[in-house]
């Protein structure tokens, strides 16, 4: 009875945290009030008596009137200065939009759901996806994407087999939904932070810190794309391949900044900015054998590596 009553309190405490750092992270560029649909714990590790943080990723799309966001819940490991994850939340939102915007005529509404994209999905359909992508992953983690059902990730997402087939429309469909959540979170993480507010070298720097972090929180989704990328058809691995470019350019813009202003010398862009993606995703692929390392040994040996294959040698 006392460890049930102490995993109830540990699991509230979770619970408060993750929705005060959601909250946080959503009501920076959110125009309405956030009210709360639902929000899922999940315990990673037992939390020992350190102080937890809690580190927010918003995965839906700015602007749409539901607002989702993945909080990362950590302690410092006892006896260590390395992080360890205890918890992940998912916190789903409703934006209510403020009572004189309530008024706005038809021709101004659609004009805004215009600027949310013409993909962005309705309320309930981005809720139901985001619980298949839940439910799936912890599936396809388990059995490989060959050996699961879709009655298992119905079952793990908490729906019937006939609903879920509402919001995708095979088990491929399933897969690429778990690949562009992913990559929604690499965009909308990497687009939040400053990368132009340094030297180029600088901006390099905190790039690689803050993607190393962004993959220490989500190691499990990266290492379940690169694994199944094969298992999808053509057609949505060439979808994902363009989306990787997307993501490759942001990078090549910082590396072509050092460039242009001299700090950095001549180099294809294009291909170092692939290569030191690479290296940051390491990380996830290889942490099997390097994840004994500390996280900031593993960044000043990227540092290190990747400038000196750009800096300038002084003559």
């Known amino acids: 009875m006392a460890d049930f009553i102490k995993k109830k309190q540990s699991d509230s405490a979770f619970s408060s945290l993750a929705l005060e750092a959601a909250r946080h992270e959503l009501e920076r560029d959110c125009e309405g009030e956030l009210h709360l649909i639902t929000s899922t714990v999940s315990t990673l590790a037992p939390p020992s008596g350190e102080s937890l943080v809690a580190k927010s990723t918003r995965l839906s799309a700015k602007g749409s009137d539901q607002q989702v966001c993945r909080v990362i819940l950590s302690q410092l490991a006892e006896g260590s200065s390395k992080k360890r994850n205890v918890a992940e939340a998912l916190c789903v939102f409703q934006v209510k939009e403020p009572e004189a915007q309530d008024q706005a005529t038809d021709a101004e ?14 309320s309930t359909a981005e809720m139901r996806r985001l ?16 050996n699961s059902t879709m009655r298992e990730i119905a079952r793990e997402a908490g729906l019937s087999v006939p609903l ?15 690949m562009t959540v992913n990559m929604q979170g690499m965009f909308t993480f990497f687009d939040n932070q400053e990368f132009n507010s340094g030297s180029p070298e600088e901006n390099l720097i905190q790039a690689v810190d803050k993607y190393i972090d962004y993959i220490g929180d989500n190691r499990k989704y990266i290492n379940l794309v690169y694994s199944e990328t094969r298992s999808l058809s053509a057609e949505n691995r060439m ?11 942001r990078w090549q813009a910082i590396i072509d900044d050092g460039v ?16 030191i993606y690479f290296l940051c995703t390491v990380w996830a692929l290889r942490h099997w054998s390097i994840g004994h390392f500390p996280v900031d040994e593993v960044k000043t040996a990227l540092h290190e590596f990747v400038l000196t294959g750009l800096m300038k040698v002084e003559n």
């Open 109 to 122: 509404k659609a004009e805004k759901r215009a600027t949310t994209g013409k993909d962005s999905l309705s």
């Open 131 to 146: 619980q298949i992508f839940e439910g799936a992953c912890k599936v396809i983690a388990r059995h490989g994407f060959g």
């Open 164 to 178: 879920m087939y509402k919001y995708i429309k095979d088990k491929d469909d399933i897969l690429y939904l778990i």
């Open 239 to 249: 979808k994902v391949f363009d989306t990787e470019r997307d993501f490759m350019r």
């Open 260 to 275: 242009d202003k001299g700090f950095f010398r001549p180099v294809n862009t294009e291909l170092l900015s692939n290569f």
